[in-house]
């Protein structure tokens, strides 16, 4: 079993900027993905960037330039650097941590931390 826990959320005014962790523990594998998704009222949860073992990126369209997703595999900790924030980042956001043993395939998630981007 996987555990996953955020942290880093807030309330930061239009242009500002946040940086949100995830920590994983537990029975972790190296062969693994890890990801942030956000999830405003009343919209589906969106894939906002992913990072590979190996450091491969891909970010959603709308935080291109504006975010960076990175990852300390010695602290199985994924960082989502948010930069230039904007109202429509406001959200919650969860960790996701997908790892295959074999090929078996398993997924863990966080329990999100939120997001509020106002003045």
């Known amino acids: 079993q996987v555990q996953l826990v955020e942290s880093g959320g807030g309330l930061v005014q239009p242009g500002g900027s946040l940086r949100l962790s995830c920590t994983a523990s537990g029975s972790i594998v190296s062969n693994n993905v890890m990801a942030w998704y956000r999830q405003a009222p009343g919209k589906q949860r969106e894939l906002v960037a992913a990072i590979g073992s190996m450091n491969s990126t891909n970010y959603a369209d709308s935080v291109k330039d504006r975010f960076t997703i990175s990852r300390n595999n010695t602290k199985n900790t994924v960082y989502l650097q948010m930069n230039s924030l904007k109202p429509e980042d406001t959200a919650v956001y969860y960790c996701?941590?997908?790892?295959?043993?074999?090929?078996?395939?398993?997924?863990?998630w966080g329990q999100g931390t939120q997001v509020t981007v106002s003045s």
């Open positions: 996701k941590l997908v790892q295959w043993i074999g090929v078996t395939r398993d997924e863990y």
